[in-house]
């Protein structure tokens, strides 16, 4: 697990360069964000562009790219990974019931792991 942070450490690095941020420098960066640029494309569109260059690894995610799982994700661009997707108990004779979009969190700072989930709905769809 440390090789993958570091792995991943060092690939933000290659492709962003150092975005480590003093939080006193944080009110002027966020300005440069939000002004508009000569180009058209603002700084903070900038930014999100530069999240989509990362190639997603949708074989590591396999159950939420299922057909049958796909209307439980309400974004379908945040799907959990399979080594921390939280699996809910199987319905009987049903087949792709134990998929709840939710991710175990490794919170190292405490001795317990939190759930994250984004956008609970309204009515389940399990």
């Not at 159950?63 to 974004?75: E, F, I, Q, S």
Request: charged letters at 25%.
């Amino acid at each position: 697990m440390q090789y993958v942070f570091i792995f991943q450490a060092m690939l933000e690095h290659y492709l962003y360069g150092d975005t480590e941020l003093e939080v006193t420098s944080l009110e002027s960066h966020l300005a440069k964000l939000y002004a508009p640029s000569a180009a058209g494309c603002g700084g903070m569109e900038a930014e999100f562009k530069k999240l989509t260059s990362i190639k997603i690894q949708n074989d590591k995610m396999r159950t939420g790219n299922l057909p049958a799982n796909m209307k439980k994700n309400r974004v379908l661009q945040i799907i959990p990974y399979e080594f921390n997707r939280v699996i809910i108990p199987v319905k009987r004779g049903e087949e792709n019931t134990d998929y709840v979009n939710a991710s175990f969190i490794d919170v190292s700072r405490r001795n317990n792991c939190e759930t994250d989930t984004i956008l609970w709905l309204t009515s389940p769809l399990i």
